[in-house]
């Protein structure tokens, strides 16, 4: 019986990369909207995924942050520093989460656990755009944009559109437009519709979604079945190396439509 659940997830796996058009698929058991331990799980094949896509030598690799990737940190390894110089820095900057979960905290947790360095983007995350903008000039966030924007792997989520919305604090106007939208998902700051139409993204520094494509390792971690649109809307724009990290409630959900 074993033998055939393996079997089973696998063609699942396989099913399901195939179905949103990217690499590759790890699923892991269960459903983190109902157990919060599966993500674990998923912390784990992220460690192994990143210990078979990355080269051995440097690597710069952009983070971003959530409840999700704040978990994943804790689930890295040394392992993935022998023979590598690994450097972590935030994959974006200023979208208003709070400091456990900013992608800065994310990436100063993986370098300590993997054994690497980290880089800070030292720009507030509540700022208004009137401020925000004057602070790219400076050389010295200049270069740490450089760095994440020409970064050769990134680990990101997805999360549900209105609910990260509202999450961040984002203008009551700016959510009702979302709404009004129908915005379904949300990844790197930018919103998507259900056909994954860009409906709006949040004028901040750091990757890009053009950036991807050049990226030789690109993570995605989303789980439970409550993002199985956002994941589906997101993937749209996925570059064709994208692996994906998910859960059975979010495999289940997206393969049954
Ligand atoms: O705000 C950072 C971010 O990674 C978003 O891009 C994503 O939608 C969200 O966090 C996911 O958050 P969580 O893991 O808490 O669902």
């Not at 179905?19 to 192994?48: F, P, T, W, Y």
């Not at 995924?49 to 940190?73: F, K």
């Not at 000039?137 to 989520?157: F, G």
């Amino acid at each position: 019986p074993l033998i055939d659940d393996l079997a089973n997830i696998h063609q699942q796996e396989e099913e399901l990369a195939r179905s949103l058009g990217i690499a590759r698929c790890l699923i892991v058991a269960g459903d983190i909207d109902q157990q919060e331990k599966v993500v674990e799980e998923m912390g784990k094949s992220v460690n192994e995924a990143l210990n078979l896509l990355l080269p051995l030598g440097p690597s710069v690799i952009a983070v971003m942050g959530g409840t999700t990737m704040a978990e994943i940190a804790h689930c890295l390894t040394a392992k993935l520093s022998e023979k590598r110089s690994l450097t972590f820095v935030p994959a974006r900057g200023g979208i208003g989460e709070t400091v456990a979960i900013q992608a800065n905290s994310v990436s100063s947790m993986m370098a300590r656990r993997a054994g690497g360095n980290h880089r800070a983007l030292y720009v507030p995350e509540q700022l208004s755009e009137q401020a925000y903008a004057p602070l790219l000039n400076e050389p010295s966030i200049q270069q740490v944009v450089q760095l994440i924007r020409n970064s050769d792997a990134v680990i990101h989520s997805v999360g549900q559109a209105i609910k990260m919305a509202r999450r961040r604090d984002m203008d009551t106007q700016v959510v009702a437009m979302l709404q009004q939208k129908r915005a379904v998902g949300e990844a790197f700051g930018y919103f998507f519709d259900e056909s994954g139409q860009i409906v709006y993204k949040i004028p901040r520094i750091g990757v890009q979604l053009e950036d991807l494509t050049r990226m030789k390792c690109v993570i995605a971690v989303a789980g439970g079945s409550s993002k199985a649109k956002a994941i589906v809307a997101y993937m749209k724009h996925a570059p064709s190396q994208t692996w994906l990290i998910t859960d059975e409630g979010a495999a289940k959900m997206i393969l049954k439509k």
